[in-house]
């Protein structure tokens, strides 16, 4: 999954992606207004952390503009948090709100509630009949039995997962795992692919040659 | 309850002085009335006197009074015919009569007759000698008349009113004194009647009075009610409530509208107070957010040293932030409460420039800037350490604003009673939209540029604080792409 954080504050912004790559969010980042829309339009983003107070072009602008070509999930932070700026933000087209300063546990709920949301899930457990996942815990099993994923291959199952019985391309999995900064080595995704196969067995992800990938659920 | 109430005082103040005014009309208008019919009697009485006067003459007071008259015509009893029978205007004395030789005698008779025909009329008569002692009486006098009190000269009459009656006292030359009377009973009658009329008259006058009373005190209050009912409102918290002023001339409509521009004042006021408040809290949140974050992040799990030592620095960092932010936010409180006191000594504030250059130094280096100093030897009554601190910080702003290796020009000069000191850079300028709201509270040109530079948002504002505490003036002029001027007047007697 992959999320762009906005945010002028270097030391908060460093912080926040951080944590988010420890998640195993593929994570960019922005340090004002202008570049945070440039790379929200050209990525289809999980979800965008987008900071009010910005400068060059403040959020509420950032988020205008972008609605004109995206539904990405966005979730606003910011330091006013007066009903009327929420009323503003929500109506304007935001999809959740935080105020500063906030809890990093609580960003990452509302960021993985965002990311079920868009995928059109109501609940945290997905069933794979054979295997579960757990988007809340962030955490796989295999006949009750818990796997160990690392963060990136977490990630490949659970995009598969909010997508299954779909074929996902590669294109696809490249850009929601892979951040701009991450080396995207062709091959990179394969080696992931291969991993999980090893871990829950060789039919769980299915190859569709010259499409891409699917979990038939 | 009522008894505070504006309308129902006013209502009570009308109500006692209209039935007052209208109790004392009315009874002035009773008195002049009863005193007009009792002048009317004593005219009666005084034309009945006079016309049987005659027959009470001395010559004649030998004769039986009571003695039948002669036949004559026919005479009514009442008195107005008998008025009618003698019309007035006939002189009453003897001299203008006809000689008595030749008529005198039917005169006498006639009036004699007079006499007779009082017994039957309303009016009575006695008559008393010198002594007081009573020769004559109409058969229809009361038993007991009493004689007069004092003599008055011969001719004269004097009214008196005894016992529901009406007399009328007269004195002859020869000591003899004769009393004309009615009864008052039908005046009495009348006057009861009128009396009653004049109270319905009253209440009536009094009860249209007090509804017009209270239709004006409702009328003259209406536009209390509505201030008081708008300032409720504003007393309870809602200051865009404005009173509704129709009018503007009436002393009311010049309260309304002088309130209503204290409401606008109070309702900017608090709003500008929101706002700093605002400004402020947002200020501090940022950088509690980095230092919570951090902190947060830093606890997820175990990390290497170098890891601990980022969020460490990062947290470090976001303290002096708030640190800086604390301590302007409270200067500026005390300059607001007037609680910051300058100083005021002689000094030459040249070389109060100068130090504030010297602390500078190193900024300048940094950047590679100069700054190049013409100033004059002034010596002005000013706080030297915070007026340094107005320079330092003109000039670090002026620094951070220009590109490296640029130079910022520093002027001093005296003009008359005020010394000039200008700052200029070579800056990107300050957009003409902007210029009017540099000094304000947490205003920032360019935000991101301000906040890495660990500006507060308060410099500006500190500075014009001091600046005005000395009585002087802060001015900014800018040309975008060329530079700004930041220009300090300040009296050099101190405080204007």
């Not at chain 2, 000039?420 to 540099?438: A, C, F, K, N």
Request: overall charge negative; proline content about 5%; aromatic content about 6%.
């Amino acid at each position: 999954m992959r999320v762009l954080v906005v945010e002028d504050e270097h030391d908060l912004r460093h912080a926040l992606e951080k944590t988010l790559r420890e998640e195993g969010y593929a994570v960019d980042g922005a340090e004002d207004g202008e570049e945070g829309l440039y790379k929200a339009e050209s990525w289809d983003y999980d979800t965008v952390v987008l900071d009010v107070m910005l400068p060059v072009m403040d959020g509420w602008t950032v988020l205008e503009r972008l609605r004109r070509t995206k539904k990405t999930p966005v979730l606003m932070l910011t330091a006013r948090d007066s009903v009327k700026d929420r009323v503003r933000g929500l109506d304007l087209g935001s999809d959740d709100y935080l105020a500063k300063p906030f809890s990093l546990v609580e960003l990452l709920a509302r960021i993985r509630a965002l990311i079920r949301r868009s995928a059109g899930a109501a609940s945290s457990m997905i069933d794979l009949g054979d295997v579960q996942v757990d988007t809340a815990k962030r955490a796989v099993f295999q006949k009750l039995q818990p796997v160990e994923l690392t963060a990136r291959e977490y990630a490949l199952v659970e995009m598969l997962s909010f997508r299954r019985g779909k074929v996902v391309t590669r294109t696809e999995l490249y850009d929601h795992l892979f951040a701009e900064e991450d080396q995207t080595l062709s091959n990179l995704l394969d080696v992931h692919v291969c991993n999980v196969r090893k871990k829950l067995g060789k039919n769980f992800i299915l190859t569709r040659r010259g499409h891409g990938y699917v979990i038939e659920g | 309850m009522f008894s505070h109430s504006i309308r129902w005082q006013i209502q009570a103040w009308h109500g006692v002085l209209l039935m007052l005014t209208t109790a004392v009309l009315l009874v002035a208008f009773y008195g002049y009335e009863r005193q007009q019919r009792v002048m009317r009697i004593d005219d009666r009485l005084r034309t009945t006197l006079m016309m049987v006067l005659p027959a009470l003459r001395p010559e004649r007071a030998g004769e039986p009074l009571g003695r039948p008259p002669p036949p004559m015509q026919a005479m009514d009893p009442l008195l107005d015919d008998f008025l009618g029978v003698f019309p007035f205007g006939e002189p009453p004395d003897g001299e203008s009569r006809p000689p008595r030789a030749a008529g005198g005698r039917i005169a006498h008779d006639r009036e004699r007759q007079h006499l007779k025909n009082l017994n039957e009329s309303p009016i009575y008569y006695v008559l008393y000698d010198g002594a007081r002692v009573e020769t004559a009486r109409s058969t229809n006098a009361p038993k007991d008349v009493p004689p007069h009190d004092e003599r008055l000269d011969a001719g004269e009459t004097f009214g008196r009113t005894r016992d529901g009656m009406r007399e009328l006292l007269h004195f002859q030359p020869n000591g003899e004194s004769v009393i004309f009377g009615t009864s008052l009973a039908a005046v009495d009658g009348a006057m009861e009647k009128l009396a009653l009329y004049l109270t319905g008259i009253g209440a009536g006058v009094v009860t249209i009075g007090l509804l017009g009373g209270w239709w004006l005190a409702t009328r003259a209050i209406r536009p209390i009610a509505e201030i008081s009912a708008a300032a409720e409102k504003i007393s309870q918290g809602d200051l865009t409530q404005r009173i509704n002023a129709q009018e503007t001339k009436s002393e009311l409509g010049r309260l309304a509208v002088l309130l209503n521009e204290t409401f606008e004042r109070l309702h900017n006021t608090f709003e500008q107070q929101a706002q700093f408040t605002a400004d402020a809290s947002h200020e501090l949140r940022t950088p509690v957010s980095v230092i919570l974050a951090q902190t947060e992040l830093a606890l997820m799990r175990d990390r290497p040293p170098e890891e601990y030592r980022d969020a460490l620095s990062s947290c470090h960092r976001s303290g002096e932030q708030m640190k800086q932010v604390v301590n302007s936010l409270l200067e500026l409180a005390r300059m607001d409460s007037g609680e910051s006191v300058m100083n005021l000594a002689p000094n030459y504030l040249e070389e109060v420039v100068e130090d504030a250059i010297r602390f500078v130094e190193p900024l300048v280096e940094q950047r590679n800037g100069e700054i190049i100093a013409d100033l004059e030897e002034i010596n002005a009554m000013i706080d030297a350490p915070k007026i340094q601190q107005v320079v330092s910080n003109l000039l670090s702003n002026a620094i951070k604003h220009n590109p490296d290796g640029c130079k910022v020009h520093v002027n001093l000069r005296q003009e008359g009673e005020t010394a000039t000191l200008s700052v200029r850079d070579q800056g990107e300028g300050i957009p003409p939209e902007m210029l009017p709201h540099v000094f304000e509270r947490f205003f920032r040109v360019d935000k991101a540029r301000s906040r890495a530079d660990g500006s507060t948002g308060l410099g500006l504002s500190i500075v014009k604080a001091i600046v005005e505490a000395h009585g002087g003036t802060l001015s900014a002029t800018s040309t975008p792409g060329e530079g700004s001027e930041f220009i300090v007047r300040l009296p050099l007697t101190g405080k204007a």
